[in-house]
């Protein structure tokens, strides 16, 4: 019974991260991949409606959606978010240690003992 409840819960919570997934992705992703999503979707739901459900049933309904979802997450990736070069955008922190090592070049290596004004 314990095995059934986890089954159980772990198809809820594939079910739930589809459904926001899928809202996530918004239009980054095909029509194709996110139908593939839905069906697959449903089929897990249908799949734990009952309670004697086949267990083995469902966990293969659940590797279906779950390379569902991969697809859909990796056409999120390659889509990337709008305005997005690849770079890490530049924070205070970030320029504050660029500078950083830029006077460490010209300075040469500090020596241990050695205070460093900034």
Request: proline share 3%; no cysteine; net charge negative.
């Given at each position: 019974?314990?095995e ?11 079910v ?13 992703v095909?029509?194709?991949?996110k ?19 086949n ?58 003992g ?5």
């Open positions: 019974k314990k059934r409840v986890e089954v159980r819960n772990n198809a809820d919570t594939l739930f991260t589809a459904e926001k997934t899928l809202k996530d992705a918004g239009d980054k095909s029509t194709d991949d139908k593939a999503v839905e069906e697959a979707k449903e089929d897990v739901k249908k799949a734990i409606e009952t309670e004697d459900f267990k083995e049933d469902v966990e293969a309904k659940m590797k279906i959606l779950s390379e569902a979802l991969q697809k859909v997450g990796a056409a999120m990736y390659q889509q990337g978010q709008p305005g997005q070069t690849g770079e890490q955008p530049a924070t205070e922190d970030s320029a504050k240690q660029g500078e950083s090592k830029k006077d460490e070049s010209k300075k040469g290596p500090v020596e241990e050695e205070v460093v004004n900034e």
